[in-house]
């Protein structure tokens, strides 16, 4: 009788996660890179819950923007900004009512050696350092961020001929990893989790030297049936992707 019982157990277990397979779908979501490491965390914990599986694909705003209007199968993008959201919602590109901010980002003046960026930030203006990494201000709002920082303290004309462009985010971040340059400019969630700086040293950028980086959201049209996009855009809203999104260092609502 007990074996009989196991045997059922077992089977109606199989059945039900046959079921839960069935169910689940895929989205394809395109993510500013200043947001890749906090979405592959949030798509760990989702893909856990839902069963549904998250593909990623990070890159400049700019270029993921470029790739979506010439065809590319994303679902969800993520943008580091709400220009791009805007526009594609204003070319009726996305699900309508689906665009919302997801996190307000922090720009941070960098360094991977310890001590060599003070509170203050005064280090720019000591220009000891041979280079200085920002995003291209074209295609990345981080970089177009620096660029107004820079112009602020009327430093920009100053250190031009010292700057290293990176396409995006990520790519400006490494050129500080690597050494090829002394500081730079680069997302707080780069360098900053649980509460606390990683690693180097870093001069929290204030709010008032740049335009607020208010990044939104959208379902893309292609994926109005899609359950995935959509639960995951549940996810992010939930308590749970908040605590997450801030923990980087963002402010979400």
Request: aromatic fraction near 10%; include cysteine; glycine fraction near 8%.
């Amino acid at each position: 009788m007990l074996s009989r019982v196991k045997s059922f157990l077992f089977v109606v277990s199989v059945t039900l996660f046959g079921m839960s397979l069935a169910c689940a779908d895929t989205v394809n979501v395109a993510v500013a890179a200043n947001f890749a490491t906090p979405i592959r965390v949030i798509a760990g914990q989702f893909e856990k819950e839902s069963g549904h599986k998250v593909l990623i694909t990070s890159g400049s705003t700019g270029k993921l923007y470029a790739q979506i209007k010439n065809g590319a199968p994303f679902d969800i993008l993520l943008s580091a900004d709400n220009e791009r959201p805007r526009l594609l919602e204003e070319e009726k590109a996305i699900v309508p009512g689906s665009r919302f901010t997801y996190a307000i980002g922090k720009l941070a003046l960098w360094s991977a050696k310890e001590g060599y960026v003070d509170q203050e930030g005064l280090v720019l203006k000591k220009q000891a350092y041979r280079h200085l990494s920002i995003a291209a201000p074209k295609l990345a709002p981080y970089g177009r961020a620096a660029q107004q920082t820079l112009e602020k303290l009327k430093l920009w004309d100053v250190v031009k001929p010292k700057l290293v462009q990176g396409e995006n985010i990520a790519q400006t971040y490494q050129f500080v990893v690597s050494g090829n340059a002394e500081l730079g400019f680069v997302a707080l969630s780069q360098v900053y989790e649980n509460g606390k700086l990683k690693s180097g040293s870093m001069w929290l950028v204030p709010d008032g030297l740049y335009t607020p980086i208010l990044q939104d959201a959208v379902i893309l049209s292609r994926a109005a049936d899609n359950r995935a996009a959509k639960a995951l855009i549940d996810y992010m809203k939930s308590e749970v992707g908040l605590r997450t999104i801030r923990s980087f260092g963002y402010s979400a609502q």
